[in-house]
Each structure stands twice: as C-alpha cells, then as structure tokens.
C-alpha cells in the first residue's frame, strides 16, 4: 500500500519560517506530479503548490513568492519550504499526487502561524 508521511509542520510566528518534507514508500514519486495541499478549518483542500516530473513549478496566488516546492528523487521525497508565513497559512499540509489519488492522502502535518 502507498504510503505518504507528511512532516515538518509547527507553531510558527507571523513572518516565520518552516520546511515540510513528503516521505514516500511503494511509490516512485519522480514519476507524478507532486502537490502540496492544505486543509484550512471550514474550507475545502486546497492545491498550494505542484512540481512536475521535469521539476517545473507551480503555485497557488496566494503563497506565491513565499513557497517554493521541491524534490529529491534520490531520497524519494518532496518538500515545501514556506518562508513569511502568515496566520491564514494556518492549517493542515499534505502531499499528493496531482490531481490527488483518493488513496494516498496522509495524516498530514499541522501548521500553526501565531504570536
């Protein structure tokens, strides 16, 4: 069975800094597109940044400029480095495929941006 393990995720405070990691096993993630997506309380997942298999990027309006994706094929494994993070970052991150494969969604890693 796939597994992804999110990590990473933390209390931050307003214009902080953290780096989530996408660990992967029984699937070759340099193969996908990858996605980082949140969960923010009340709203539905939403797609925050994508990497394709030729590691071009793409990122929702709202993290633009402050997000940026990442792979590692070696180690099999995708991050996402979010710098100036804002409350309204608040929420939990996953990784997935993209589009997302209903299978594969994690526990998520939970992101807290607060003074």
């Known amino acids: 069975q796939v597994q992804l393990v999110e990590s990473g995720g933390g209390l931050v405070q307003p214009g902080g800094s953290l780096r989530l990691s996408c660990a992967a096993s029984?699937?070759?993630?340099?193969?996908?597109?990858m996605g980082w997506y949140r969960q923010v309380p009340g709203r539905q997942r939403e797609l925050v940044a994508r990497?394709?298999?030729?590691?071009?990027?793409n990122y929702a309006d709202f993290v633009k400029g402050r997000f940026t994706i990442s792979r590692d094929n070696a180690r099999n494994a995708v991050y996402l480095e979010m710098n100036s993070l804002k409350p309204e970052d608040t929420g939990v991150y996953y990784c997935?495929?993209?589009?997302?494969?209903?299978?594969?969604w994690g526990q998520g890693t939970q992101v807290t941006v607060s003074s």
């Open positions: 029984r699937i070759t993630l340099s193969i996908y597109v």
């Open positions: 997935n495929r993209v589009p997302a494969h209903w299978d594969y």
């Open positions: 990497i394709t298999s030729g590691d071009t990027t």
